[in-house]
């Protein structure tokens, strides 16, 4: 074989034998030649359910027949909302819900009618066939005139914002009315979810009624996630309910303290008004609006929105206007048309005139500066946290600001109408 033979020769082996050898791989060996791993497939685990029921709030729905929403949250689906409610008889009655899934958890709402007063009830939420709640007592106290109730605003999620509720709860009120910005959560739900928490003490206990403030328009700009969290008698939140021988009208007059008064709820404040007044049964005419008519507060003062409802006040002979937006507290003399009916310290009786109280202490941190001077109608103001505790009698109502931290009693007056 001569030197060119070879030449040819040599490669072309080579080459046929590289082809074998990778034919040979094709159909012989287990797979591509790859680095060998070992895989473990991975089976998805369930995330863990959770049936819990949490955040257990009740309001009105309606007031004839009483009838009360109970609302409560999970982060699960169950298949059944229900409140398993015991009567004092022990009697066992559940009544039926319904829940909604938004913004990752399920919002359960139960309405619950023709509920006796006087009566405490046991009840507890949830679905029986998977998980139940503890067991809570709802005490409706009875409709006649001698009840109290508690009243705060502005109140978020902090330990101050907690040690209202706790304290709340030892003066054992009938209900609790909030004057608005309530969580401060805007569009973040576990905002709302913490402040739920902090307020179940006080909320699942007794009707839990709330105002509108601006910061429930925080987020979306609108009142949406606040009808699916706590859906009250009204979706804007204007409504009046009678209790014993009063009437409570809470106002939402929108999300800007500056803004002019809408001409249709200013028509609607004087109609309600003007009923509650005409009605015979009705001794006391309780107004709750967050944006105060009246505060020497240096961060917000006296809202103009709510400045002309001032007339209505005067008109059909409002006892009290309770309001947040400053977080402070502060309470003026009776008013009528701007002027001080009587400059007495802690007992009015026949006052003729409104007092406007603000109670905007509940949590939110604190507006320490005043206006100076302080204003003529201007009794007292301080910078604390704290709430009000009202007791209500035939011919009296006994007003207590209470301070949140120890419970004790910081300002007081009496009023009394023969
Ligand atoms: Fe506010």
Request: glycine share 8%; aromatic share 16%.
């Amino acid at each position: 074989m001569n030197k060119r033979v070879l030449a040819f020769t040599v490669p072309l082996l080579i080459l046929i034998f590289i082809i074998a050898i990778y034919i040979g791989g094709q159909f012989n060996s287990q797979g591509p030649l790859e680095p060998s791993e070992t895989v473990t497939p991975t089976i998805p685990s369930p995330a863990p359910k959770n049936f819990t029921p949490f955040g257990i709030h009740i309001t009105f729905a309606r007031l004839k027949p009483l009838t009360l929403n109970f609302i409560w949250i999970t982060a699960s689906p169950t298949n059944n909302s229900i409140v398993e409610l015991s009567k004092p008889d022990g009697d066992v009655i559940r009544y039926n819900g319904s829940q909604i899934f938004y913004k990752k958890f399920y919002w359960h709402i139960v309405s619950a009618s023709n509920l006796a007063l006087s009566n405490k009830y046991e009840y507890r939420v949830g679905d029986p066939d998977i998980e139940m709640s503890p067991k809570f007592i709802l005490w409706l106290g009875s409709n006649n005139t001698n009840f109290n109730f508690t009243v705060y605003g502005d109140q978020g999620t902090n330990k101050y914002s907690r040690m209202v509720v706790q304290t709340s709860v030892k003066f054992n009120p009938m209900f609790n009315i909030h004057v608005g910005d309530l969580s401060y959560g805007g569009s973040r739900v576990d905002q709302w979810i913490k402040w739920f928490n902090i307020i179940e003490p006080l909320a699942s206990t007794r009707p839990y009624l709330i105002a509108v403030g601006n910061h429930e328009y925080d987020g979306a700009g609108d009142l949406s996630d606040l009808n699916i969290y706590f859906p009250s008698i009204d979706s804007k939140y204007n409504y009046w309910f009678i209790w014993g021988n009063s009437f409570f009208l809470v106002i939402n007059p929108g999300p800007y303290d500056d803004a002019l008064l809408d001409s249709t709820l200013y028509d609607w404040v004087n109609q309600s008004l003007r009923f509650a007044s005409m009605n015979p049964n009705i001794k006391w005419i309780f107004v709750f609006v967050h944006y105060p008519p009246y505060s020497s507060g240096a961060s917000h003062g006296s809202s103009k929105i709510t400045e002309p409802l001032k007339e209505l006040f005067d008109l059909y002979g409002v006892d009290i206007v309770f309001s947040g937006h400053e977080h402070n507290y502060e309470r003026t003399y009776p008013l009528k048309h701007g002027s001080i009916m009587s400059y007495n310290d802690s007992l009015y009786i026949n006052p003729n005139g409104t007092i406007y109280i603000v109670v905007g202490g509940a949590g939110g941190g604190l507006y320490k500066s005043f206006i100076e001077p302080k204003p003529a109608w201007s009794y007292y103001r301080e910078a604390r946290y704290s709430f009000g505790v009202i007791i209500v009698n035939e011919n009296k109502v006994i007003f207590r600001a209470i301070d949140a931290v120890n419970g004790t009693v910081f300002d007081e007056f009496t009023l009394i109408k023969k």
